[in-house]
C-alpha cells in the first residue's frame, strides 16, 4: 500500500517556475515507479512525466520536454516535478501517480494522490 501527497501548486505568471513535490508513505514505495498526470478543466487526464524505481531512468511528453524535470529522494521518499517556463496551457490539477509497470497510461496507476492546482497566468 502506498498513499502520496501532493503540494507546491500555486498561481504563477507565465514563464515563471514551480516545484511540486509528492510524499509518500507506505515500505514499498521505492519499488514503484512515479508518474506525474495533469488534468485541465473539461479535458482528460493526461501524462506528464514518469521516474523509475531507481531514478535512473525518466521519461517526459514532448509537450514538457525540455521544461520540466522529474527527480526522486527514496531517502525522504518524495518525487519531485520542477517546472520551468510554465506556459497557460500547463494551467491544470497535477497528480502523482504509482505503478510497478513502465506504462504511461493512467489505468496501469496502482495509486493515486489527491492532486494540487497549477495556475498559469498570461
Known amino acids: 500500500q502506498v498513499q502520496l501527497v501532493e503540494s507546491g501548486g500555486g498561481l504563477v505568471q507565465a514563464g515563471g517556475s514551480l516545484r511540486l513535490s509528492c510524499a509518500a508513505s507506505?515500505?514499498?514505495?521505492?519499488?514503484?515507479?512515479i508518474g506525474w498526470f495533469r488534468q485541465a478543466p473539461g479535458e482528460e487526464r493526461d501524462f506528464v512525466a514518469r521516474?523509475?524505481?531507481?531514478?535512473?531512468?525518466?521519461y517526459y511528453a514532448d509537450s514538457v520536454k525540455g521544461r520540466f524535470t522529474i527527480s526522486r529522494d527514496n531517502a525522504k521518499i518524495t518525487v519531485y516535478l520542477q517546472m520551468n517556463s510554465l506556459k497557460p496551457e500547463d494551467t491544470a490539477v497535477y497528480y502523482c501517480?504509482?505503478?510497478?509497470?513502465?506504462?504511461?497510461?493512467?489505468?496501469?496507476?496502482?495509486?493515486w494522490g489527491q492532486g494540487t492546482q497549477v495556475t498559469v497566468s498570461s
Open positions: 501517480a504509482a505503478t510497478r509497470s513502465q506504462s504511461t497510461s493512467e489505468s496501469r496507476y496502482d495509486y
Open positions: 507506505g515500505r514499498t514505495f521505492s519499488y514503484y515507479n
Open positions: 521516474i523509475s524505481w531507481s531514478g535512473g531512468s525518466t
